[in-house]
């Protein structure tokens, strides 16, 4: 995978100027936004937020009854949503009074086995929400502030953050198509995402503005390093999604691992955007940067 | 240069070999049959089955003034049902300590109609004409507000001096609107600060949380089941883990009150039922009074009478050394002392609702007040507190997950020597690499077993996410090192090299630094483990490991002869 994509990355960076690389990541980034402005603006919020953020009960069991089947047997509770997952459906309960809490509490765990409850209450939910966002946003300002006293000049800092930033916008817009659901999980996932993205970023800023050498061969060899740290990411988080997805059609004993498996397919989708970003976007602006006049062969040596 | 012997004597190898041999020994790995794989790290919930309730203690603090007349108005005229008619008062005057209010009504009252209201000491004169006069000392515009507070939203209210203002922790959920109505129907307001924004702060202060968790500690591991770790999540949060406790029964635990009993010696070790926890109504904060260390309750009305009545027809008020009140707390005996001679002699006449129990004078009397501060309250908080969170893992699902994550994990790191591999295609590259990574993951586990860190499965993603860090900057330091895939002809440029690639690993590692402090900081329950997993990872990585790895494979390399003739190239 390494080494052909890393060929014909480096000759479409070569053969594009970059007006054009800058395109196709600005494109993405926009139909990112509009996907989350649109989803705010019909549902109060840009992703789906998961049961922790809301308040209610999470059920998650082992059992051959279908989701259906569990509909039914569960129907004096207030039940909200109830799926498949793997070898287990798990049920979702909107909220209720401590007595039917521990009666729905006392029904699951003598029905079934393996069984998994998460209860979280609305106020509570609520505070979680707010934290969550400002974790995210201090997270980011944080990164900037690092980024911008590594570099210490505007145009190469705003690449780096701007790529973080579409990074991110496009793994919640991905969340939202795909239905992967704002929970604890993934936002740790997120946060993540914001130490990995920025990793090949400052790779390539520090190569380019730091080094000797034509900016060409610079980019080049940068692509080289750069694509293979981000490969050995993506297949570390590929083996971590398969095996905490689909383990359990091979092993029966098995079980999916829900938060793994949130946090590898948020990340995944996130890194996927990195590569675009990094080498499309960043390299885009970096390149028109080095190239203006008044730096006449400063960085191109 | 390149026999084992430099590689020893560089002292980041040794501190590395140390750390890791270090680490193996905190992880303790061993086999014992029948049990299976056993080691010293502690896995977290969600890994080994159990259930775990998240409360939020509710509170207000505020800074808060009123008119104390009107408080005494208040209270008296409901209390008597006839208006009543401030006749003196300097509770208007500064300062806290012993204050006094006078005032006169037509109806006939008694003292203990007043004394009831618990505002201060009462003194009741029938004047001419048929007029009452009412004195009430030992109090002040602070105890009044306490009480104003306290009765009209019947919960425990503690004022609390600071530098030069009072503040109030009022021990249930009130809304800021709720309070300045409150006080507005005496003539009072919340204090604004000096930049105008309010006093008023929804939570409890640090230190009624702390006692609220180790109330919570101290009835729960009670029990003698498990150890029920209690901990502080965010400022207003408590995490209760119930280890192999189903969800149910842990509520169970949690809700049931412990048994506290004050009892009386009757004749030789025969012992007399007085009261249960039920009747002491408020505990106070120990305090350092005539060389003695006391803890201050107060019983109810119900409580003193029968401690007065049990008192006297057990003749401990003729002879309180041969009649200790015991206190027991789960029947077993935690406190016992003879009634005061001052206090006997006052039961005589009347019975007694502010009692102090003293422990002595030494240091271990001050531990003793305290911890009898807490068992006086059996396992009553001193706030009200909510249940806003609960799970429950079923111990064969956390098994499961255990077993499943080392496969994810050992998956994982045989893609990454794959791509590794694919990429370099020289084992004096690979081997290292995925040594080193391998090192740091021994180094965060044996971290984690020393500091008794609860392993969850958001820790083993930290792990994870660590790891993906670490095997980037590993490639960027081959990159750098080896530019044309040979070794630099000298060892000044190959310093430089390495130097470069940390140049770009600090800046990068900061980063994620950066990103994960804001969860070590914020109330987030299993977060907080896998930020704090992923910064320590990101610290041994770059500080311990990662300098290790740029000498390894200089010295793997240079065996090999794989050093550029070429002394022109790429570098400065």
Not at chain 1, 91 to 120: A, C, H, P, W
Not at chain 2, 407 to 415: D, E, F, H, P, T
Not at chain 2, 423 to 447: A, C, D, H, K, Q
Not at chain 2, 495 to 516: D, E, N, P, Q, Y
């Amino acid at each position: 995978m390494a080494t052909g994509f890393t060929e014909f990355l480096d000759n479409f960076v070569k053969n594009h100027d970059n007006r054009q690389l800058l395109a196709f990541p600005l494109a993405i980034l926009a139909v990112s936004l509009i996907i989350l402005l649109v989803s705010f603006l019909s549902s109060g919020s840009p992703v789906t937020l998961g049961m922790e953020f809301q308040g209610g009960t999470q059920v998650s069991l082992e059992t051959t009854d279908s989701p259906d089947v569990l509909k039914e047997a569960f129907s004096s509770y207030p039940l909200i949503d109830s799926r498949q997952a793997g070898n287990r459906v798990i049920l979702e309960f909107g909220v209720m009074d401590n007595e039917k809490q521990r009666q729905l509490e006392k029904d699951v765990t003598t029905r079934y086995s393996n069984v998994e409850i998460r209860q979280i209450g609305p106020i509570y939910g609520q505070e979680l929400q707010v934290q969550a966002i400002q974790a995210l946003i201090i997270s980011f300002i944080g990164m900037a502030i690092v980024v911008f006293l590594l570099f210490r000049s505007f145009v190469p800092s705003f690449a780096v953050i701007l790529s973080a930033f579409s990074d991110i916008m496009i793994a919640l817009a991905f969340m939202k198509v795909a239905g992967v659901e704002l929970s604890l999980g993934t936002l740790a996932a997120l946060l993540m995402l914001i130490g990995y993205s920025v990793d090949s970023d400052i790779l390539l800023t520090n190569r380019i503005l730091k080094r000797r050498g034509t900016v060409e061969e610079k980019v080049s060899r940068a692509i080289e390093t750069g694509v293979t740290m981000t490969s050995t990411v993506l297949v570390a988080l590929l083996a971590m999604y398969l095996v905490s997805t689909y383990l359990y059609l091979i092993l029966p004993s098995f079980t999916q691992i829900p938060l793994l498996s949130q946090i590898s397919i948020v990340l995944l989708a996130g890194l996927f955007a990195d590569i675009m970003n990094t080498w499309l976007l960043n390299t885009g602006i970096l390149r028109w940067y080095v190239h203006k006049p008044e730096f006449k062969g400063r960085y191109d040596r | 240069m390149s026999d084992k012997k430099s590689l020893l004597n560089n002292p980041r190898i040794i501190i590395f070999i140390l750390a890791v041999l270090g680490a193996l020994i905190a992880i303790h790995p061993g086999y014992t049959p029948g049990e299976g794989i056993t080691s010293h790290l502690n896995f977290g919930l969600d890994l080994e089955g159990g259930s775990w309730l998240q409360i939020k203690l509710e509170g207000a603090l505020a800074q808060v003034d009123a008119d104390p007349e009107k408080i005494v108005s208040a209270f008296v005229q409901h209390a008597i049902g006839a208006p009543i008619n401030i006749t003196n008062s300097n509770l208007g005057v500064g300062g806290s300590a012993d204050k006094s209010i006078t005032f006169t009504t037509s109806a006939p009252i008694n003292a203990s109609q007043i004394e009831i209201l618990g505002l201060g000491t009462v003194k009741v004169d029938k004047l001419n004409g048929g007029t009452t006069q009412v004195t009430i000392s030992s109090t002040s515009e602070e105890a009044l507000i306490q009480t104003y507070l306290s009765k009209s939203l019947d919960a425990e209210v503690v004022p609390m001096s600071t530098q030069n203002e009072v503040v109030y922790e009022i021990r249930t959920a009130v809304s800021e609107a709720e309070l300045e109505a409150l006080m507005g129907k005496v003539g009072g307001s919340i204090h604004k600060n000096e930049d105008g924004s309010s006093t008023y702060k929804e939570g409890v202060s640090t230190e009624t949380r702390d006692l609220t968790k180790s109330i919570l500690s101290d009835k729960l591991n009670s029990f003698g089941l498990k150890d029920i770790p209690v901990r502080t999540v965010g400022e207003d949060y408590i995490l209760i883990d119930f280890a192999g406790i189903d969800l149910a029964t842990a509520k169970e635990i949690a809700e049931k009150p412990g048994k506290f009993e004050i009892r009386i010696q009757t004749t030789g070790n025969e012992t007399q039922h007085v009261l249960y926890g039920d009747s002491i109504v408020s505990v106070g904060i120990p305090g350092f009074v005539d060389n003695q260390w006391h803890t201050p309750f107060t019983l109810n009305e119900e409580g003193a009478r029968t401690l007065q009545k049990v008192a006297l027809e057990t003749g401990a008020v003729d002879d309180p050394e041969s009649h200790y009140l015991n206190m027991y707390l789960d029947d077993v005996k935690i406190y016992g002392a003879p009634l005061s001679y001052d206090a006997a002699a006052k039961l005589r006449d009347a019975p007694i609702y502010s009692w102090e129990a003293s422990t002595g004078t030494d240091e271990a009397a001050k531990t003793e007040a305290k911890t009898l501060q807490v068992h006086l309250r059996s396992g009553a908080l001193p706030v009200n507190v909510v249940l806003v969170g609960s799970g429950h893992v079923d111990a064969g699902l956390g098994a499961q997950f255990k077993t499943a994550s080392v496969i994810a994990g050992l998956i994982s790191l045989v893609a990454v020597a794959a791509v590794v591999y694919y990429r370099y295609r020289r084992p004096e590259i690979l081997v290292p690499m995925i040594g080193t990574s391998i090192s740091e993951v021994i180094m965060i586990l044996g971290f984690a077993a020393l500091i008794k860190w609860q392993l969850d499965l958001a820790a083993i993603a930290g792990i994870i996410a660590s790891i993906g860090t670490g095997i980037d900057h590993l490639i960027i330091i081959t990159d750098e090192v080896l530019q044309e895939g040979k070794l630099p002809s000298t060892k000044k440029v190959f310093s430089s090299r390495i130097s470069k690639a940390f140049v770009i690993i600090l800046g990068a590692a900061s980063t994620v630094i950066i990103a994960m402090s804001p969860l070590v900081v914020m109330g987030f329950g299993t977060l907080k483990g896998f930020a704090i997993v992923t910064i320590i990872g990101v610290f041994i990585g770059v500080i311990v490991a990662r300098p290790v790895y740029g000498v390894v494979i200089q010295e793997l390399l240079e065996a090999k002869g794989e050093v550029a003739t070429d002394k022109g190239s790429l570098d400065d």
